[in-house]
C-alpha cells in the first residue's frame, strides 16, 4: 500500500508534505470554483494559480489555516518542476489509495 502520508517538498526554506484528502479537494474546488481533474489539467498547462492552489489544498492535511497567498509566498518558481512533480505523485497515491479503500459492494475491509 502507498504512504497516506504524503509527498515531501521543500516550500519556503521547510519540508513539507503534500497529501490529498477528500477534504483538501472538496476545499480546493470550493476555493477555486473548478473541479479537481480541471486545476490538475490547468496545473499541467503551466498555470500558476493552479499550481499554487494545488499545494495549498496538498497542505492543509497539516496546516488547515494556511492560505493560499501564504502558499504563494513559499512556492520558488526555480523549483516549480519539483513542486509540480511532487503534485503529480501525491495525486497519484491519493487516487491509489482511494481506489485500495472501495472493496466490492461498498462493505469496508481493513488493509492487509
Known amino acids: 500500500m502507498p504512504p497516506v502520508?504524503?509527498?515531501k517538498v521543500q516550500l519556503g526554506?521547510?519540508?513539507?508534505?503534500?497529501?490529498y484528502t477528500?477534504?483538501?479537494?472538496?476545499?480546493?474546488?470550493?476555493?477555486?470554483?473548478?473541479?479537481?481533474?480541471?486545476?490538475?489539467?490547468?496545473?499541467?498547462?503551466?498555470?500558476?494559480?493552479?499550481?499554487?492552489?494545488?499545494?495549498?489544498?496538498g497542505l492543509l492535511h497539516a496546516e488547515p489555516k494556511i492560505t493560499r497567498q501564504e502558499v504563494a509566498e513559499m512556492v520558488d518558481?526555480?523549483?516549480?518542476?519539483?513542486?509540480?512533480?511532487?503534485?503529480?505523485?501525491?495525486?497519484r497515491i491519493a487516487l491509489v489509495r482511494d481506489a485500495d479503500k472501495e472493496p466490492d459492494e461498498g462493505n469496508a475491509q481493513p488493509a492487509a
Open 77 to 91: 518558481l526555480q523549483k516549480i518542476r519539483e513542486i509540480a512533480e511532487a503534485i503529480g505523485q501525491a495525486t
Open 13 to 19: 526554506g521547510k519540508a513539507r508534505r503534500l497529501r
Open 22 to 57: 477528500t477534504l483538501a479537494l472538496m476545499l480546493l474546488e470550493e476555493e477555486v470554483g473548478q473541479t479537481y481533474v480541471e486545476v490538475l489539467t490547468a496545473s499541467d498547462t503551466g498555470s500558476i494559480k493552479a499550481i499554487v492552489a494545488l499545494v495549498w489544498a
Open 5 to 7: 502520508n504524503g509527498v
